[in-house]
């Protein structure tokens, strides 16, 4: 089982449209959690951390779920420019050093 | 603004050659790391370096080895090149702190080739 799993899409939604990423982890010993976005042939680049208690940034909201082991990234009236793919990524240990990313979610927003 | 550079966008190489990819970062951070990334197969971790001459293996260091002679370049070299090493390689920096690496600067990426 991979340590950080991500359905790869691509999700195809209209302007407009809601849409929510999921991603699970295998370690419950996991401490941070994140979300990175990757536009086509370009680095990844933070979006946002996921804190316990949820956070907003704007139409994109994060949560994380311990009990189930998952995060979630909700993006609300999507535009064109969130076409992307995005990526989960967990950090084990803040002394670790290692942060596991998933294989990414593609998005494509259609006018 | 980061600047994370690496100093080659494309690169082809031959199977057996000896590739050195170069990675310097301008912000004064004292960790830098090396992936590669494969579709299908997300991000993993080759090195990482958390100060001057020092380096960890990551999840994949198989093939590699790297330097860091100076805080603010990173190199990571393939020994003996080989066809499964085909793929995006990106490098990327953070600053030292209680959370080493919530936050990665990342360079724009070399496609290596091998032929």
């Known amino acids: 089982r991979k340590e950080v799993e991500q359905d790869p899409g691509p999700f195809n939604v209209p302007e407009g449209a809601t849409v929510a990423f999921n991603c699970t982890y295998s370690n419950s010993a996991s401490q941070s959690f994140f979300w990175y976005r990757q536009d086509c042939r370009k680095e990844p680049k933070l979006l946002m951390s996921?804190?316990?208690s949820g956070n907003e940034d704007g139409r994109f909201t994060a949560q994380l779920n311990r009990a189930s082991q998952y995060i979630s990234l909700l993006i609300r009236d999507s535009k064109l420019s969130d076409s992307a793919t995005y990526l989960c990524v967990v950090n084990l240990s803040s002394n670790t050093g290692k942060l596991i990313f998933g294989q990414g979610t593609t998005l494509q927003v259609k006018p | 603004d980061v600047k994370v550079t690496q100093s080659s966008r494309y690169l082809v190489k031959r199977t057996g050659e000896k590739v050195f990819l170069e990675c310097v970062q301008d912000m004064d951070h004292e960790n830098m790391f090396w992936y590669r990334q494969d579709p299908g197969l997300g991000l993993r971790l080759i090195y990482f370096s958390y100060d001057v001459k020092m380096k960890e293996k990551g999840d994949i260091p198989e093939g590699y080895s790297v330097s860091r002679e100076k805080k603010e370049r990173f190199s990571l070299i393939l020994e003996s090149a080989s066809t499964n090493q085909t793929s995006m390689y990106l490098c990327?920096?953070?600053?030292?702190?209680?959370?080493?690496?919530?936050?990665?600067?990342f360079g724009s990426g070399t496609q290596l080739s091998v032929l």
């Open positions: 990327a920096s953070s600053p030292q702190g209680y959370r080493p690496n919530e936050k990665l600067f």
């Open positions: 996921v804190y316990s």
